[in-house]
């Protein structure tokens, strides 16, 4: 393996995922050169997920960087290999506990600053731009960007050489012929690292159950076409809105069949403004104003929405609910989902979909039509990678632990002498001696709850799913002078049955009076000194509570009980 200047006796090269290895998305990887008690890092990627129906409340979801922001006086650089939310999107939430410089190609940086911009943080937080094919020094590492293809603009590998050996870390990425917009694989990058001699590659592992290769962007093209050139009616597509190819792609079909492209989504236009800063869709067919959009003859719009994994505040998921200010859809249209379902995302698109079905719309997804490619690599792809650069050591990332499983496997036939399973929180020796997991650190969630960051291991979620489950009693206890109650309990029911109380049960008593009366003898059978003792009092009459709620309703919602003393 290559080496630059000789290696300190006792310094190690350690890769840390605490994001992104045993999932897909959140990627947050780090690299350490040096003795264990003096490391110097780097941070490949600083990304997000999104919340699943089990986080109530809750939309993002973020990797815990404590190891790191623990050391931040010893992490030399963030550098994104490029700009999708999963790789860039805790950038603007997490930067202020990294507060180091931040390094992408132009069309990543462009992403980058707009989100900095947005969180006030555009002036402290430094976002230096390094032309395609770059190079980089950060202490000792040494790194230079290789061009890829991917479903966005400007993907990168990085070559990151180090004086105990190189690691290719690849981020996302394709082998895509007739990408569209942007470079091709810069292939020869590739064999020039195999050649030089390649300690590991860290790798995406998406993909590594389809055969075959994932197809280009051009195939999409023509089929689009051929597809849209049948419809009649309205038109929206969907696709993900960072596939800079596809909007072209469609604005261009939409052109060349005289109809007139509507960017419909904030991130849509997003997109391609920062794209055309970059140098890119400057020669597309001028899109008409989403305001505009109402005045288009039913046969002239093809509108480009946000929303394929519905999303509820997407353009597509207000269109089909019938709320969305300026376009609708109803019967005689067609959407196309020019996408595939992301995991997880299941029952939200169905709903969508629904709801366009109930609106008299045509819905057309990648299993009616080939309106979709990939953009990770299938099987095919991954043996070329592995040819040309021919590593020591495998380890995979970005995938779910049967993807890495699976991609462990695979590079075992592909006769990579060493492979390495990490999961998130796995410190990994890749350098020097044999490469294995020497340590395990904390590597949790955080979640984004409103406008608070907050921990996984917060209870407000717990609380939410239970409230969502059993429902809420609150119980309000007036004390007198004397310790005896004032009044009678009062208590309040929420997200339980009406029927619960706004009936009488066989006994005559709802769940409000059930509960009261449960209260009210808990109450009389404390002894004075727990009378005067607030905590315990509301502790006794809480359980109390419950378990009445629990005999009518079968489970046991969260009770509250709060004691107000009266002069």
Known sequence: MTRGTAAAPDAELVFLPLGGAGEIGMNLNLYGYGPPDARAWIMCDLGITFADDAMPGVEIVLPDPTFIAERREDLLGIVLTHGHEDHIGAVPHLWPSLRCPIYATPFTAGLVRDKLRE???????????????GHLKL?????RFVTLTHSILEPNALA???PLGTVVHTGDWKLDPEPQVGGRTDEVALRTLGDEGVLALVCDSTNVFQPGRSGSEEAVHDSLADLIRGLTGRIAVTTFASNAARLQTLARVAASLGRRPVLVGRSMKRIVGVAREAGYLRDLPPFVAEEDAGDLPRDVALYLCTGSQGEPRAALMRIAQGDHPTVTLDDGDTVVFSSRIIPGNETRIFRLQNLLAERGVRVITEHD???????????????????WARPHIAVPVHGELRHLVEHV??????QVPETVLARNGDLVRLAPGAPGIVDAVHAGRLHIDGTMLVAAEDTSVRDRRRIAQAGLIGVTLVVGGDGRLAVAPQ????????????????TGDTLVDMVGKAAEIAYGALGPRERGDSAAAAEAVRRAARRAAAVMLGKKPITQVQVIRLA
């Not at 208590?491 to 066989?506: E, I, K, M, S």
């Open 160 to 162: 990151i050489r180090t």
């Open 119 to 133: 969180a006030g943080l555009e002036a402290e937080a430094p976002v230096t731009e390094v032309p395609l094919s």
């Open 369 to 387: 039509h080939f309106v979709h490619v990939s953009g990770h690599p299938c099987r095919d792809e991954l043996g070329d990678m592995y040819q």
């Open 491 to 506: 208590v309040t029911v929420n997200g339980t049955p009406r029927l619960a109380y706004g009936a009488p049960d066989d």
């Open 139 to 143: 202490g000792p590492f040494d790194l």
């Open 409 to 414: 496997a695979f590079a075992r036939e592909l």
